[in-house]
Nanobody
Framework: QVQLVESGGGSVLAGGSLRLSCVISGYTLSSPCMGWFRQVPGKEREGVALIYTDNGRRFYADSVKGRFTISQENTKNTMYLEMNNVKPEDTAMYYC???????????????????WGQGTQVTVSS
């Protein structure tokens, strides 16, 4: 059974930094794409950052380019989102997601994600 568990969310002042982590277990694809998404109440979920683990390609939402960095450790079972110079508009529930070949529920930059974590709340105050 595939499980994704996020951690690292919390409250931070504008201009500060946070690092989110996502530990993935039970995954069978050898080189998946995976990423971070976020959602605020009343709005649609949006892609934040994505990485293709086979070639290292990365994609970012325009709103976070230059401030957020997605990465993974070499064993490919942990993914990170380094968030710098955060802004109040970054406040959201953040979810990590991984590719599903059989049952994708969302797609962003060609990555069909189907496995989701439970989310971690990030709150940025001014």
């Amino acid at each position: 059974q595939v499980q994704l568990v996020e951690s690292g969310g919390g409250s931070v002042l504008a201009g500060g930094s946070l690092r989110l982590s996502c530990v993935i277990s039970g995954y069978t694809l050898s080189s998946p794409c995976m990423g971070w998404f976020r959602q605020v109440p009343g709005k649609e979920r949006e892609g934040v950052a994505l990485i293709y683990t086979d070639n290292g390609r990365r994609f970012y939402a325009d709103s976070v380019k230059g401030r957020f960095t997605i990465s993974q450790e070499n064993t490919k079972n942990t993914m990170y989102l380094e968030m710098n110079n955060v802004k109040p508009e970054d406040t959201a529930m953040y979810y990590c997601a991984a590719e599903s070949e059989t049952s994708p529920t969302g797609s962003w930059h060609g990555c069909g994600v189907g496995y989701w974590g439970q989310g971690t709340q990030v709150t940025v105050s001014s």
